[in-house]
């Protein structure tokens, strides 16, 4: 499983995924990668060097806007790369699922979109599509069935519900036709017990031992 972190986190901020995945005996099966983004001038951060997957302009997150697609569609081949990488190393794709939260949730949903491999799941948490025009030329049809769990917050004030709802239709109109969305009262930008639940039952259910 390959987990994408989001603004100014690193791999550091989901090693307790890996944990909490490995304490079960159903998921220590499971290898999980957690790479790190590189350190740019971030906008919304008045241009202070931060680690980000692509530049953002404005919080709340606005879905109406296409943010640094040139730098977002680079970061979605490195992760790409990533899968290649584990072909090559003799795991499947169909074993493999992609995953992040924030802009590595807006990062897992595009390599859904446009994988060439088929995954075996993308999970996308707290996530939103700010590329939804220089999608529409990159979309492959791999995908059309895999799974992908979208979980977010009903109250987050830095990706509002409303760019999760959008990013939804976007990405089951560019052929992600098998999306569980769940909405979770009160959560903020964050997780919660329920959604990692959800979450736990989810990899159960797409790559079983």
């Not at 159903?26 to 931060?50: D, E, K, S, W, Y």
Request: net charge negative; glycine share 8%; aromatic share 8%.
């Amino acid at each position: 499983m390959i987990i994408i972190h989001g603004l100014g986190d690193s791999s550091d901020g989901w090693k307790f995924f890996a944990d909490l995945l490995h304490r079960q005996e159903q998921f220590r099966h499971i290898n999980v990668i957690l790479p790190n983004a590189p350190v740019i001038p971030v906008t919304v951060c008045n241009g202070m060097p931060t680690s980000s997957w692509f530049d953002l302009t404005r919080f709340p997150i606005d879905h109406k806007v296409e943010e640094d697609p040139v730098t977002f569609w680079k970061s979605v081949d490195e992760i790409k790369q990533l899968v290649e990488t584990e072909v090559k190393n003799g795991i499947p794709s169909n074993r493999i699922v992609v995953g992040g939260f924030s802009q590595g949730a807006a990062l897992s949903l595009a390599v859904g979109a446009t994988c060439n491999r088929t995954l075996a799941g993308i999970v996308a948490l707290s996530g939103f599509c700010p590329v939804e025009k220089s999608l529409k030329d990159k979309v492959q049809t791999t995908n059309l069935n895999t799974p992908v769990f979208f979980g977010h917050g009903d109250r987050d004030p830095v990706v509002p519900i409303a760019a999760a709802r959008h990013a939804v239709d976007v990405y089951k109109k560019a052929g992600l036709q098998n999306i569980e969305f769940k909405e979770y009262r009160g959560m903020e930008h964050s997780s919660s017990p329920e959604e990692m639940a959800d979450l736990m039952r989810f990899l159960g259910q797409t790559i079983p031992q």
